[in-house]
Protein backbone atom coordinates (compact mmCIF):
# COMPACT_ATOMS: atom_id res chain seq x y z
CA UNK A 1 0.00 0.00 0.00
CA UNK A 2 2.77 2.02 0.83
CA UNK A 3 4.07 2.05 -3.14
CA UNK A 4 0.67 3.12 -4.20
CA UNK A 5 0.45 5.68 -1.96
CA UNK A 6 4.14 6.94 -2.95
CA UNK A 7 3.97 6.50 -6.56
CA UNK A 8 0.59 8.26 -6.64
CA UNK A 9 1.78 11.16 -4.44
CA UNK A 10 5.14 11.42 -7.17
CA UNK A 11 2.97 11.48 -9.98
CA UNK A 12 1.06 14.66 -8.75
CA UNK A 13 4.69 16.58 -10.09
CA UNK A 14 7.07 14.10 -11.49
CA UNK A 15 5.64 15.27 -14.97
CA UNK A 16 5.41 18.81 -13.86
CA UNK A 17 9.60 18.45 -13.16
CA UNK A 18 10.28 16.66 -16.12
CA UNK A 19 7.94 19.14 -18.58
CA UNK A 20 9.89 22.05 -16.24
CA UNK A 21 13.59 20.65 -16.56
CA UNK A 22 13.16 20.82 -20.28
CA UNK A 23 11.04 24.48 -20.27
CA UNK A 24 14.69 26.12 -18.44
CA UNK A 25 17.31 23.65 -21.11
CA UNK A 26 15.54 24.78 -23.85
CA UNK A 27 15.56 28.68 -22.60
CA UNK A 28 11.63 29.03 -22.32
CA UNK A 29 9.63 29.77 -19.02
CA UNK A 30 7.11 27.35 -19.02
CA UNK A 31 4.57 25.47 -17.47
CA UNK A 32 4.99 25.19 -13.09
CA UNK A 33 5.89 22.01 -11.71
CA UNK A 34 2.26 21.53 -10.75
CA UNK A 35 0.37 22.22 -13.52
CA UNK A 36 -0.33 18.64 -14.97
CA UNK A 37 -2.00 18.27 -11.21
CA UNK A 38 -4.00 21.78 -12.33
CA UNK A 39 -5.52 19.98 -15.50
CA UNK A 40 -6.54 17.25 -14.02
CA UNK A 41 -8.51 18.98 -11.23
CA UNK A 42 -10.08 20.68 -14.20
CA UNK A 43 -11.12 18.07 -16.17
CA UNK A 44 -12.57 16.39 -13.31
CA UNK A 45 -15.05 19.35 -13.11
CA UNK A 46 -15.71 18.88 -16.74
CA UNK A 47 -18.35 16.46 -18.30
CA UNK A 48 -17.69 13.45 -20.96
CA UNK A 49 -18.87 14.20 -24.56
CA UNK A 50 -19.08 10.46 -26.38
CA UNK A 51 -19.54 9.97 -30.11
CA UNK A 52 -22.63 8.28 -31.48
CA UNK A 53 -20.66 5.99 -33.18
CA UNK A 54 -18.66 4.19 -30.08
CA UNK A 55 -20.46 1.54 -27.66
CA UNK A 56 -19.81 1.11 -23.71
CA UNK A 57 -16.16 -0.01 -24.57
CA UNK A 58 -15.29 3.31 -24.78
CA UNK A 59 -16.83 4.38 -21.75
CA UNK A 60 -15.39 1.76 -19.51
CA UNK A 61 -12.22 1.51 -21.05
CA UNK A 62 -10.56 4.69 -18.94
CA UNK A 63 -11.64 2.90 -15.66
CA UNK A 64 -9.58 -0.40 -16.72
CA UNK A 65 -7.25 1.16 -17.92
CA UNK A 66 -6.78 2.99 -14.49
CA UNK A 67 -7.63 -0.10 -12.31
CA UNK A 68 -4.86 -2.61 -14.07
CA UNK A 69 -2.41 -0.11 -13.31
CA UNK A 70 -2.99 0.25 -9.76
CA UNK A 71 -3.32 -3.54 -9.73
CA UNK A 72 0.35 -3.82 -11.27
CA UNK A 73 1.40 -0.76 -8.40
CA UNK A 74 0.37 -3.24 -6.00
CA UNK A 75 3.16 -5.67 -7.13
CA UNK A 76 5.61 -3.69 -6.54
CA UNK A 77 7.57 -3.76 -3.23
CA UNK A 78 8.73 -0.92 -1.28
CA UNK A 79 12.13 -0.83 0.07
CA UNK A 80 12.39 -4.17 2.45
CA UNK A 81 9.04 -4.17 2.30
CA UNK A 82 7.04 -6.46 -0.12
CA UNK A 83 3.96 -5.37 -2.45
CA UNK A 84 0.74 -5.38 -1.66
CA UNK A 85 0.07 -8.32 -3.68
CA UNK A 86 3.32 -10.74 -3.92
CA UNK A 87 3.33 -14.31 -4.84
CA UNK A 88 5.77 -16.60 -7.00
CA UNK A 89 5.63 -15.72 -10.67
CA UNK A 90 4.04 -12.09 -9.35
CA UNK A 91 5.95 -10.39 -12.26
CA UNK A 92 3.92 -12.18 -15.04
CA UNK A 93 0.91 -11.10 -13.28
CA UNK A 94 2.37 -7.26 -13.10
CA UNK A 95 2.96 -7.43 -17.08
CA UNK A 96 -0.59 -8.88 -17.79
CA UNK A 97 -2.13 -6.18 -15.81
CA UNK A 98 -0.68 -4.03 -17.81
CA UNK A 99 -1.12 -5.97 -20.64
CA UNK A 100 -4.80 -6.16 -19.84
CA UNK A 101 -4.89 -1.87 -19.57
CA UNK A 102 -3.57 -1.38 -22.99
CA UNK A 103 -5.72 -3.80 -24.37
CA UNK A 104 -8.45 -1.65 -23.64
CA UNK A 105 -6.99 1.15 -24.25
CA UNK A 106 -6.59 -0.05 -27.98
CA UNK A 107 -9.34 -1.38 -28.65
CA UNK A 108 -11.64 1.60 -27.07
CA UNK A 109 -9.37 3.90 -29.50
CA UNK A 110 -10.73 1.20 -32.68
CA UNK A 111 -14.19 1.87 -31.10
CA UNK A 112 -14.34 5.48 -32.19
CA UNK A 113 -14.65 4.18 -35.93
CA UNK A 114 -11.67 7.10 -36.61
CA UNK A 115 -9.17 5.49 -39.11
CA UNK A 116 -6.80 8.43 -37.18
CA UNK A 117 -7.27 6.46 -33.93
CA UNK A 118 -6.79 3.52 -35.66
CA UNK A 119 -3.32 4.16 -36.88
CA UNK A 120 -2.12 5.17 -33.76
CA UNK A 121 -3.85 2.37 -31.99
CA UNK A 122 -1.87 -0.16 -34.35
CA UNK A 123 0.98 1.39 -34.00
CA UNK A 124 0.81 1.36 -29.83
CA UNK A 125 0.53 -2.48 -29.68
CA UNK A 126 3.01 -3.07 -32.34
CA UNK A 127 5.45 -0.87 -29.98
CA UNK A 128 3.98 -2.84 -27.08
CA UNK A 129 4.42 -6.50 -28.54
CA UNK A 130 8.50 -5.07 -28.70
CA UNK A 131 8.07 -4.13 -25.07
CA UNK A 132 6.99 -7.22 -23.78
CA UNK A 133 9.19 -9.95 -24.55
CA UNK A 134 11.80 -7.47 -23.78
CA UNK A 135 10.91 -7.48 -20.13
CA UNK A 136 10.51 -10.89 -19.95
CA UNK A 137 13.57 -12.03 -21.14
CA UNK A 138 14.98 -8.99 -18.66
CA UNK A 139 13.17 -10.31 -15.08
CA UNK A 140 13.33 -13.92 -16.43
CA UNK A 141 17.00 -13.60 -16.42
CA UNK A 142 17.43 -12.22 -13.53
CA UNK A 143 15.04 -14.79 -11.92
CA UNK A 144 17.09 -17.63 -12.79
CA UNK A 145 20.38 -15.93 -11.57
CA UNK A 146 18.67 -14.99 -8.13
CA UNK A 147 16.54 -18.11 -8.01
CA UNK A 148 12.94 -16.81 -7.23
CA UNK A 149 10.37 -15.38 -9.10
CA UNK A 150 8.74 -12.75 -7.25
CA UNK A 151 9.91 -9.26 -7.42
CA UNK A 152 10.32 -8.34 -3.59
CA UNK A 153 12.83 -11.85 -3.54
CA UNK A 154 14.27 -11.08 -6.71
CA UNK A 155 15.43 -7.76 -5.38
CA UNK A 156 16.01 -8.71 -2.21
CA UNK A 157 18.46 -11.55 -3.42
CA UNK A 158 20.01 -9.65 -6.22
CA UNK A 159 23.77 -8.47 -5.66
CA UNK A 160 26.19 -6.93 -7.56
CA UNK A 161 29.72 -8.46 -6.18
CA UNK A 162 31.64 -8.92 -9.45
CA UNK A 163 32.07 -6.77 -12.56
CA UNK A 164 30.02 -8.90 -14.90
CA UNK A 165 27.03 -8.50 -12.61
CA UNK A 166 27.54 -4.79 -12.48
CA UNK A 167 27.52 -4.61 -16.39
CA UNK A 168 24.23 -7.01 -16.22
CA UNK A 169 22.54 -4.42 -13.54
CA UNK A 170 23.64 -1.30 -16.58
CA UNK A 171 22.02 -3.59 -19.24
CA UNK A 172 18.98 -4.04 -17.41
CA UNK A 173 18.82 -0.49 -16.39
CA UNK A 174 18.84 0.46 -20.13
CA UNK A 175 16.52 -2.04 -20.94
CA UNK A 176 13.60 -0.80 -18.63
CA UNK A 177 14.73 2.67 -19.79
CA UNK A 178 14.32 2.14 -22.95
CA UNK A 179 10.60 0.12 -22.21
CA UNK A 180 9.56 3.27 -20.04
CA UNK A 181 9.79 5.26 -23.22
CA UNK A 182 7.91 2.92 -24.91
CA UNK A 183 5.19 2.65 -22.53
CA UNK A 184 4.97 6.35 -21.11
CA UNK A 185 5.32 7.53 -25.37
CA UNK A 186 8.26 9.62 -24.68
CA UNK A 187 11.31 10.66 -27.12
CA UNK A 188 12.98 9.07 -28.73
CA UNK A 189 9.67 7.03 -29.44
CA UNK A 190 7.18 9.23 -29.44
CA UNK A 191 6.41 13.14 -29.09
CA UNK A 192 3.75 13.81 -26.57
CA UNK A 193 3.63 17.48 -27.58
CA UNK A 194 3.42 16.54 -31.31
CA UNK A 195 0.33 17.19 -33.62
CA UNK A 196 1.89 15.60 -36.57
CA UNK A 197 -0.64 12.34 -38.04
CA UNK A 198 2.59 10.53 -38.75
CA UNK A 199 4.38 10.76 -35.40
CA UNK A 200 1.22 10.62 -32.81
CA UNK A 201 1.01 7.05 -31.34
CA UNK A 202 -0.56 7.43 -27.79
CA UNK A 203 -2.10 10.96 -27.84
CA UNK A 204 -3.67 10.30 -31.20
CA UNK A 205 -5.53 7.24 -29.62
CA UNK A 206 -7.38 9.99 -26.45
CA UNK A 207 -8.66 12.48 -29.38
CA UNK A 208 -12.33 11.20 -28.23
CA UNK A 209 -12.07 11.49 -24.78
CA UNK A 210 -12.83 14.17 -22.52
CA UNK A 211 -13.96 15.45 -19.00
CA UNK A 212 -13.02 12.88 -16.44
CA UNK A 213 -12.33 9.87 -18.86
CA UNK A 214 -9.65 12.24 -20.03
CA UNK A 215 -8.41 12.99 -16.51
CA UNK A 216 -8.68 9.04 -15.42
CA UNK A 217 -5.90 9.03 -18.66
CA UNK A 218 -3.78 11.42 -17.80
CA UNK A 219 -3.37 10.03 -13.84
CA UNK A 220 -3.14 6.62 -15.80
CA UNK A 221 -0.19 7.85 -17.84
CA UNK A 222 1.59 10.06 -14.96
CA UNK A 223 1.67 6.72 -12.47
CA UNK A 224 3.27 5.05 -15.34
CA UNK A 225 6.01 6.86 -15.46
CA UNK A 226 6.72 6.92 -11.85
CA UNK A 227 6.56 2.99 -11.42
CA UNK A 228 8.50 2.14 -14.15
CA UNK A 229 11.39 4.36 -12.16
CA UNK A 230 10.42 3.09 -9.64
CA UNK A 231 11.76 -0.44 -10.87
CA UNK A 232 14.83 0.81 -12.32
CA UNK A 233 15.78 2.12 -8.68
CA UNK A 234 14.95 -1.58 -7.14
CA UNK A 235 18.03 -2.84 -9.12
CA UNK A 236 20.56 -0.47 -7.32
CA UNK A 237 18.79 0.13 -4.12
CA UNK A 238 21.23 -1.18 -1.60
CA UNK A 239 24.00 0.57 -3.32
CA UNK A 240 23.31 4.23 -3.40
CA UNK A 241 24.70 5.42 -0.37
CA UNK A 242 22.11 8.62 0.03
CA UNK A 243 19.37 5.62 0.17
CA UNK A 244 20.70 4.19 2.84
CA UNK A 245 18.49 5.87 5.63
CA UNK A 246 15.72 4.14 3.85
CA UNK A 247 17.25 0.35 5.41
CA UNK A 248 17.35 2.35 8.86
CA UNK A 249 13.44 3.43 8.08
CA UNK A 250 12.29 -0.03 7.14
CA UNK A 251 14.45 -1.62 9.44
CA UNK A 252 12.61 0.43 12.72
CA UNK A 253 9.17 0.15 10.91
CA UNK A 254 9.49 -3.55 10.74
CA UNK A 255 10.33 -3.49 14.45
CA UNK A 256 7.48 -1.77 15.58
CA UNK A 257 5.14 -3.94 13.49
CA UNK A 258 6.77 -6.78 15.83
CA UNK A 259 6.90 -5.50 19.26
CA UNK A 260 2.96 -4.32 18.47
CA UNK A 261 1.87 -7.29 17.36
CA UNK A 262 3.45 -9.19 20.45
CA UNK A 263 1.83 -6.40 22.75
Not at 49 to 58: D, H, K, L, N, R
Not at 189 to 207: A, F, G, Q, S
Request: aromatic share 16%.
Amino acid sequence: MLSLILIFLASLFFTGVINRTKSIASGRKGPGIFQGLKDIIRLCKKGSVFSGTTSFIFQIAPVIYLASVIMAILVVPFGELKGMISFDGDFVFFVYMLALGKFFNIISALDTGSSFQGMGASREALFSMFAEPAFFILIGSFSLLTGHTSFHDIFISLHFSSSISYILGILATFVLIMIAMIENSRMPIDDPKTHLELTMIHEVMILDNSGIDLAIIFVHNRSKICYVWCLNCKFFYRYIPILYFNSYFFWGTNNIRSYCRFT
